[in-house]
């Protein structure tokens, strides 16, 4: 993203999205039905474009070459809204003299260099913190009263020591916040005395720094692109893939409203148990062809386009923008009596280019190669069952190599407090009840970062914010098995002083 003066403290922005729609009628033998298939797969299994191109020519590495990019100029109002006049989509050629990680980012703000020799990154620090603000106020998710609850994500990479040659890491993370997602991580587990074991899967629950504004940074610019895109969209009267969620109607739902209140006055449960009981008034969200409301993004309208190189869906907008500017550029240089390059072709524009400029700049109307999003809909439907699929397996898989590494009590006598069964202990936290007759539960690991059905043993009517110790009593990542036996009674509010 760039920045630039306007007047006085008036600014625009322009953001920056590499595509690869220029590019892909040189590019020896990717198709689009590569992507089709790619799309479908499970996150770092079959990449969407090859390494040559989603690493090569479509990234944003620091070197000496031209980029090629779709960028989107745009202004704010001092609510943080978007001036929708203002809005200006060009393909241009960019060239990345160097990068930032997150982490260099986050140590340019604490130290300062980021409001001094750095500035731009300050001011668009500022413009985030605005726009949160701004979607904050028209009832977005990060405004709700209560916590997000985490969530455990598992990462799989090659490493031949480990086990299976398969290295399993975990990042719990939240969906948004006022700072940086990741909460926790898994690190090294520590020995008696402090130091770090050479176990390859042992691990251990760390706490990390929750401020991070460069996330924040982030986060907020790809949601105003995506906004400004859905904009001009209307604007321009181009048909995208508009991602839609209604509002929550709580006008016949009284006395459960009445019940997320009492869970939201009270915090139970740190406010994870509101957080769970308050999906249950959210409507899904759908991918609709014409605009409609995010009501959890607080936004009139939102088109996702930000990753052309991960997601199908966000190459085909690429690919219908690129269309509309192309004809406009046809319409402008046939009014003008320019040439048209022989080589443009109707899957350029989108039309017939030998209507168009027989009617002297007019188009026919008649798409001869229409962007089918329908289809790339029911592929991401189909790539997040199998997302979901994957994760699962590999959370549980994760779960079964933590407990195996650590050694039994016969192994570590001596080595220091606690017994390996105290070790295998996890805390969790009743978030609600699905059926009380049954005795069925919704617990939250914190450690894993994971929700769980539960049926009480013994039948045991518990409450919500309740905390209880499990162990892992069976597990089985092949068959999706993972059975939890309570280890300790449960505490929580109205029973006794909470731990």
Request: hydrophobic fraction near 35%; glycine fraction near 8%; charged fraction near 25%.
């Amino acid at each position: 993203m760039m920045m630039y003066a306007l007047f006085d403290d008036v600014y625009g922005y322009t953001l920056l999205i590499l595509t690869v729609t220029l590019l892909s009628a040189q590019i020896s033998g990717l198709r689009p039905k590569d992507a089709e298939q790619a799309s479908t797969s499970p996150p770092d299994a079959l990449p969407m474009f090859p390494p040559s191109v989603g690493a090569g020519v479509m990234s944003l590495s620091a070197r000496s070459e031209d980029c090629y990019a779709l960028s989107l100029g745009v202004e704010l109002n001092a609510d943080g809204s978007v001036d929708a006049s203002s809005i200006i989509l060009a393909p241009s050629v960019i060239r990345v003299s160097y990068r930032l990680t997150y982490e260099q980012t986050d140590e340019m703000f604490e130290e300062g260099s980021a409001y001094a020799e750095e500035w731009q990154l300050g001011s668009l620090l500022q413009l985030a913190e605005r726009r949160r603000q701004y979607r904050s106020s028209r009832g977005s998710s990060e405004s709700a009263p209560y916590a997000p609850i985490p969530r455990g994500t598992v990462t799989v990479k090659r490493k031949e020591e480990e086990e299976a040659g398969l290295a399993v890491s975990l990042r719990i993370e939240v969906s948004h916040n006022a700072g940086r997602n990741v909460t926790t991580m898994i690190g090294p587990l520590s020995n008696s005395r402090g130091k770090a074991t050479d176990h390859p899967t042992t691990a251990r629950i760390v706490e990390t720094d929750p401020v991070s504004p460069s996330q924040l940074l982030v986060t907020e610019i790809m949601i105003l692109a995506g906004e400004a895109l859905g904009l001009w969209g209307l604007k321009k009267d181009i048909i995208l893939p508009y991602r839609c969620q209604p509002k929550m109607d709580v006008r016949t739902r009284e006395m459960e409203w009445n019940y997320l209140t009492i869970l939201e006055e009270n915090n139970i449960g740190d406010g994870y148990c509101a957080a769970w009981y308050s999906r249950r008034f959210c409507e899904p969200v759908s991918v609709e062809l014409k605009p409609g409301p995010h009501s959890g993004l607080g936004l009139a309208t939102y088109v996702q386009w930000s990753s052309p190189i991960r997601r199908y869906c966000d190459l085909q907008v690429h690919s219908t923008v690129k269309q509309y500017l192309r004809r406009e550029k046809i319409k402008e240089l046939v009014k003008g009596g320019g040439i048209v390059p022989d080589l443009v072709s109707d899957e350029d524009i989108g039309e017939s280019v030998h209507d168009l400029l027989k009617g002297s700049g007019q188009t026919s109307g008649c798409k001869v190669f229409s962007i089918d999003y329908n289809e790339s809909i029911g592929l991401q439907k189909t790539a997040r069952l199998l997302q979901n699929k994957s994760q699962t397996y590999w959370m549980l898989e994760f779960i079964r190599r933590f407990i195996n590494s650590i050694p039994n009590d016969e192994e570590s006598k001596g080595g220091g407090a606690g017994t390996s069964i105290d070790k295998k202990k996890f805390k969790a936290v009743v978030l609600g009840c699905l059926d009380a007759n049954a005795g069925l539960y919704v617990i939250y690991l914190y450690d894993l970062g994971i929700e769980r059905t539960y049926r009480s043993e013994a039948r045991l009517k518990l409450e919500p914010g309740d905390e209880i110790w499990f162990i892992f009593s069976k597990i089985d990542p092949k068959l999706g098995i993972l059975k939890l036996s309570a280890v300790s009674m449960p505490v929580g509010l109205g029973r006794q002083s909470k731990k």
